[in-house]
């Protein structure tokens, strides 16, 4: 019996240990840890959230910049210029070109431009003033008849209307634009009252005068001293007092104009501007003779054309 229960406790004894022929059960011994160094310290960093990277690009994209225009080019002050029919072809600093239907071409009008600009110089050289403001003109279908005319200016208006079929030379327009925008500039000096009533003698013979440049004989002197003078040589010469509403034919109209830009001539060389400009206030219309040449020359216009046909005879 006590053989049987000794078994029952061995086999109750532990884990798979056998106690059989082994001394009494006692403590392990204790067997000392290898030393070992001691752990680093542990340094605690601050926890530290990364962030987004900031975007390169605006958060609202601003309209892309818009393209600074041309300055424009500047344009002459002062009275303006009126609105014409047609089709405006250019502007320049002092000038609008309009176009009606059956005048010269746009293309040519344009080409112009500056041309025309230049006389408008050398025409304010020759008074010694500027335009009071810009003008307006106007290439409108020819005229036709016997006294059919190539230009007129309105000068109150500040218009200038030309006759020409689209095919002319430009260069003869040019020259009648240069005796054009003289009597704009003889308005613009004079004032209004003195240029509506000037003598035509006056009138139409300064701005031949003034646009010479324009009108060269072979010789290079002005085409109307070499047309007075061949006139005179041949007796052809026209009474200064011509009346063109009586015989408005182009020839007869030609021929008077270079007659009176030499007697124009005449007059600034031998009495000074001072006089002339004188002369030129005190009329009283426009018809040929009108002028106060007895007032202001001490002479009537009989005597000074007596004068100028004198020195005309005596010129090369």
Known sequence: MRAILLALLLSLSGCGYGLANTAPFSEPPQVEAPSMPAPAPRVFQPLIVAQPA???LPTTIPPSP???PPPKPPLLQGEPAPLLGGDLAMRTYSLDFYRLNGGMDAVTIQALGLPVEHTVITGSHKIGAFL???VSISFEPPQTGPCAIRGLTLSNQRTIRLFYEPSTDPNRVLAILAHETFHQLQHDYYGETAHRRSDIILLEGMAVWGSQDYFRATDGRPLYHHRSKEALLNGTLLSL?????ADCRTTTRNNI??????FVEYLLATYGRDRF?????DSTGRAAGSANYQGVYGKPLAALEAEWIAWLSNQP
């Open 132 to 134: 009071t403001g810009r």
């Open 54 to 56: 900031p975007s390169l």
């Open 241 to 245: 007092t011509t009346s063109l509403e």
């Open 277 to 281: 400009d004188a002369v030129y206030r």
């Open 257 to 262: 104009y270079n007659q009176w830009a030499s």
């Open 66 to 68: 818009t393209a600074t």
